[in-house]
């Protein structure tokens, strides 16, 4: 087929593995609880995962696809922080001028029909310790319209109760059920196909709002857009319902109105289990696969955030650049479950209209419980910038606005029956502008243009670490104690670092753990990195023990390339601090990772590569707090040269 890898799983997967974002479990797993479990301990990470073996079945199971979105964005080859201009565009695309879906005679799907059917022979996963059984989480669900025969797109769980029976986890009133009510009026069973194993073209088609994607149209369509090419489809052999022609497996199942069955608990994405409800049922009658399919599988979670959640964000978008201008980006914080908290960045040009921002959010995604608005000099994707405006520009007499009894959404224990409260945050400054809220701003330089020293910290029992010792215990902020931000934790994983390279180790053997609260993105970045570092402290430790390595259960691919550092410095936005932070230590991390494989070589007893010059003078006495922070504090020191600075100041903050 013409067009690009999208529509193909197997492609995809051998892209991540060439771009270094696959990792392999070569360990055999158990699909009930554990294959998730060694999933959920990657969540977020730069990798999808690939479980090779998985026990008592015969084929592997792909987890992760969507966890990361720059893992999302490096399949597009688009930026990240354009992703949900880019789905916003593809759709619109497709409003205006939608290419159908192409029904062809045959495709890889039908490589092999199974002579019976029997779900037991599909690695299908059993992901929360207290969900029901193993579910299909991934597939979509094509469906006609019993009337129109128009198809529609979706995704529900489909959880396997014996070797040919579904119960479907349908609620809240999406397509599929409308189609099953209006097969019940007509009295007829309504067809489904369930099409596992395909890319995120189809994805997105599937979770594209109804206020995007209306019944009436052909959503499938949407697939092409991403595709660059129609989405090919073959004709189903049981019924008029046609399968994805490249997907892994395809699933013919007869629905018969009003047939209902208990089923659940399954774990939600806001972090709980549903509840045991009367299901409708779905009849397998057929099961079509590929020769060697791969199993796709999405853990509840950040998988979860990143695609209803991108989705919900472009059709936000969407409306509000065609009814508020100046509306620039918008950001569905993972904190709120991924998709009941809005984040609008405006250039405000007329006063209201940040409130006018404020009811186009909650009618183009009606899940959201809050939107919040701000300026365009706050990073919405930083929830410090964001509480930054909150406190700062949010007038609670005027800026808040509350709506009771609402629709919404039914997984929000706040919206019983989907109806409940909505809360709209107007944090721009008062227009128009006032000068005493306008924000502190730096010259944006390239740091590759400077010549900068780096201080190295002084070696364990030297003079200069001995003087700066005991200020620690004074200062009361030693690093398993300095926790509760961000910004503390960028702090502890740069002391970290330092001791890392220095051979020195943390304090109480381990790795510094701040206590932190769960939660958002940046926290799984930080969390990330974190059990990198004690994975290399544990070689170190160990001498490297090649072997033991070798028999190490998961063997992640090489790291994706390190963003050059003149883009990271030019396109650094003012108030992304702990991002940018995390980014650096990133890097930080795989510059040494490369330096530590070349050293493990056949000359591995050659001393590791030169690293940046030591500091020609000796560091400033300063605060044992600051201390570990020279090369931030050295950085300023030596560009002191801030617009409307008066220089030399030592002022804190990132570079
Ligand atoms: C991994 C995943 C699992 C989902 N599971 C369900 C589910 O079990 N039941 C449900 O009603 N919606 C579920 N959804 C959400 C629907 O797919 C989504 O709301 C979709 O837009 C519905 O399509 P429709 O607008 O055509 O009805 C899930 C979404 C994802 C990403």
Same mark, same amino acid.
């Given at each position: 087929?013409? /067009?690009?890898?999208?529509?193909?799983?197997?492609?995809?997967?051998?892209?991540?593995?060439?771009?270094?974002?696959?990792?392999?479990?070569?360990?055999?797993?158990?699909?009930?609880?554990?294959?998730?479990?060694?999933?959920?301990?990657?969540?977020?990470?730069?990798?999808?995962?690939? !479980?090779?073996?998985?026990? /008592?079945?015969?084929?592997?199971?792909?987890? /992760?696809?969507?966890?990361?979105?720059?893992?999302?964005?490096?399949?597009?080859?688009?930026?990240?922080?354009?992703?949900?201009?880019?789905?916003?565009?593809?759709?619109?695309?497709?409003?205006?001028?939608?290419?159908?879906?192409?029904?062809?005679?045959? /495709?890889?799907?039908?490589?092999?029909?199974?002579?019976?059917?029997?779900?037991?022979?599909?690695?299908? %996963?059993?992901?929360?310790?207290?969900?029901?059984?193993?579910?299909?989480?991934?597939?979509?669900?094509?469906?006609?319209?019993?009337?129109?025969?128009?198809?529609?797109?979706?995704?529900?769980?489909?959880?396997?109760?014996?070797?040919?029976?579904?119960?479907?986890?349908?609620?809240?009133?999406?397509?599929?059920?409308?189609?099953?009510?209006?097969?019940?009026?007509?009295?007829?069973?309504?067809?489904?196909?369930?099409?596992?194993?395909?890319?995120?073209?189809?994805?997105?088609? =599937?979770?594209?709002?109804?206020? =995007?994607?209306?019944?009436?149209?052909?959503?499938?369509?949407?697939?092409?857009? @991403?595709?660059?090419?129609?989405?090919?489809?073959?004709?189903?052999?049981?019924?008029?319902?046609?399968?994805? &022609?490249?997907?892994?497996?395809?699933?013919?199942?007869?629905?018969?109105?009003?047939?209902?069955?208990?089923?659940?608990?399954?774990?939600?994405?806001?972090?709980?289990?549903? $509840?045991?409800?009367?299901? %409708?049922?779905?009849?397998?009658?057929?099961?079509?696969?590929?020769?060697?399919?791969?199993?796709?599988?999405?853990?509840?979670?950040?998988?979860?955030?990143?695609?209803?959640?991108?989705?919900?964000? &472009?059709?936000?978008?969407?409306?509000?650049?065609?009814?508020?201008?100046?509306?620039?980006?918008?950001?569905?914080?993972?904190?709120?479950?991924?998709? !009941?908290?809005?984040?609008?960045?405006?250039?405000?040009?007329?006063?209201?209209?940040? $409130?006018?921002?404020?009811?186009?959010? @909650?009618?183009?995604?009606?899940?959201?419980?809050?939107?919040?608005?701000?300026?365009?000099?706050?990073?919405?994707?930083?929830?410090?910038?964001?509480?930054?405006?909150?406190?700062?520009?949010? *007038?609670?007499?005027?800026?808040?606005?509350?709506?009771?009894?609402?629709?919404?959404?039914?997984?929000?224990?706040?919206?019983?029956?989907?109806?409940?409260?909505?809360?709209?945050? *107007? &944090?721009?400054?008062? !227009?128009?502008?006032?000068?005493?809220?306008?924000?502190?701003?730096?010259?944006?330089?390239?740091?590759?243009?400077?010549?900068?020293?780096?201080?190295?910290?002084?070696?364990?029992?030297?003079?200069?670490?001995?003087?700066?010792? %005991?200020?620690?215990?004074?200062?009361?902020?030693?690093?398993?104690?300095?926790?509760?931000?961000?910004?503390?934790?960028?702090?502890?994983?740069?002391?970290?670092?330092?001791?890392?390279?220095?051979?020195?180790?943390?304090? *109480?053997?381990?790795?510094?753990?701040?206590?932190?609260?769960?939660?958002?993105?940046?926290?799984?970045?930080?969390?990330?990195?974190?059990?990198?570092?004690?994975?290399?402290?544990?070689?170190?430790?160990?001498?490297?023990?090649?072997?033991? $390595?070798?028999?190490?259960?998961?063997?992640?691919?090489?790291? %994706?390339?390190?963003?050059?550092?003149?883009?990271?410095?030019?396109?650094?936005?003012?108030?992304?601090?702990?991002?940018?932070?995390?980014?650096?230590?990133?890097?930080?991390?795989?510059?040494?990772?490369?330096?530590?494989?070349?050293?493990?070589?056949?000359?591995?007893?050659?001393?590791?590569?030169?690293?940046?010059?030591?500091?020609?003078?000796?560091?400033?006495?300063?605060?044992?707090?600051?201390?570990?922070?020279?090369?931030?504090?050295?950085?300023?020191?030596?560009?002191?040269?801030?617009?409307?600075?008066?220089?030399?100041?030592?002022?804190?903050? =990132?570079?």
């Amino acid at each position: 087929m013409a /067009g690009n890898h999208l529509h193909d799983l197997a492609a995809l997967i051998e892209t991540l593995e060439a771009k270094g974002r696959l990792a392999r479990v070569r360990s055999e797993v158990d699909p009930r609880h554990e294959l998730a479990g060694v999933a959920a301990k990657q969540e977020g990470g730069p990798r999808a995962v690939l !479980f090779e073996k998985v026990k /008592g079945k015969r084929w592997p199971v792909l987890a /992760g696809l969507y966890w990361n979105r720059s893992l999302i964005a490096d399949l597009l080859g688009k930026e990240e922080r354009g992703l949900p201009q880019f789905v916003a565009n593809c759709i619109a695309r497709w409003q205006r001028d939608p290419v159908d879906p192409a029904v062809i005679k045959t /495709g890889p799907v039908l490589e092999v029909t199974e002579p019976d059917v029997d779900l037991g022979k599909i690695p299908v %996963p059993v992901h929360a310790l207290e969900d029901d059984g193993p579910s299909f989480d991934a597939a979509v669900v094509i469906a006609k319209d019993p009337e129109s025969g128009i198809r529609n797109a979706s995704i529900q769980r489909f959880q396997a109760v014996n070797r040919n029976t579904l119960h479907v986890n349908v609620g809240a009133k999406p397509h599929l059920e409308v189609s099953l009510e209006k097969a019940k009026r007509m009295g007829r069973s309504l067809w489904i196909t369930l099409n596992c194993g395909v890319g995120p073209g189809l994805h997105f088609a =599937a979770w594209a709002p109804a206020e =995007a994607a209306p019944t009436g149209r052909d959503e499938l369509g949407i697939a092409s857009e @991403f595709h660059g090419a129609a989405l090919e489809l073959v004709p189903g052999t049981e019924s008029d319902v046609e399968m994805v &022609a490249h997907a892994m497996w395809a699933l013919e199942c007869e629905l018969i109105p009003g047939e209902l069955a208990p089923a659940g608990p399954l774990a939600e994405v806001p972090g709980f289990y549903g $509840k045991v409800e009367p299901r %409708p049922v779905a009849h397998v009658r057929r099961i079509h696969r590929r020769h060697a399919p791969v199993f796709q599988t999405i853990l509840s979670g950040a998988e979860v955030w990143n695609s209803v959640g991108l989705l919900g964000e &472009a059709n936000v978008l969407a409306l509000l650049q065609r009814q508020v201008p100046g509306a620039r980006d918008v950001h569905f914080s993972h904190g709120s479950a991924g998709f !009941f908290h809005a984040i609008v960045q405006i250039a405000q040009q007329r006063a209201g209209w940040s $409130k006018r921002a404020i009811l186009a959010a @909650f009618a183009a995604f009606p899940p959201l419980k809050m939107v919040t608005v701000v300026d365009d000099d706050i990073d919405i994707r930083n929830a410090q910038d964001v509480e930054w405006a909150m406190a700062t520009r949010l *007038d609670p007499a005027s800026g808040i606005v509350t709506i009771d009894n609402a629709f919404g959404h039914g997984l929000n224990p706040s919206f019983p029956n989907a109806v409940g409260p909505k809360l709209g945050f *107007d &944090a721009t400054r008062p !227009f128009p502008k006032r000068a005493e809220y306008g924000r502190v701003a730096f010259r944006a330089v390239a740091l590759e243009a400077y010549e900068i020293a780096q201080a190295e910290p002084k070696p364990a029992g030297s003079a200069a670490a001995d003087r700066a010792a %005991p200020q620690l215990t004074e200062t009361g902020t030693a690093p398993a104690a300095a926790a509760s931000s961000d910004y503390d934790t960028d702090r502890v994983w740069q002391r970290e670092l330092a001791d890392w390279k220095e051979g020195r180790g943390a304090p *109480d053997g381990g790795v510094f753990a701040p206590a932190r609260p769960a939660a958002a993105g940046d926290w799984d970045e930080n969390r990330w990195w974190k059990r990198e570092l004690a994975e290399m402290k544990r070689e170190r430790e160990n001498g490297v023990a090649p072997a033991a $390595k070798k028999a190490a259960p998961v063997k992640a691919a090489p790291p %994706p390339p390190p963003a050059p550092r003149p883009a990271e410095s030019a396109t650094r936005h003012s108030g992304s601090k702990d991002w940018d932070e995390n980014r650096w230590w990133k890097r930080e991390l795989e510059e040494m990772k490369r330096e530590r494989e070349g050293r493990k070589g056949p000359a591995g007893a050659s001393p590791p590569p030169a690293r940046a010059p030591a500091l020609t003078r000796p560091p400033p006495a300063r605060s044992a707090d600051t201390a570990p922070e020279a090369r931030r504090i050295d950085v300023r020191a030596d560009r002191a040269s801030a617009d409307e600075d008066d220089g030399g100041f030592f002022h804190g903050g =990132a570079i």
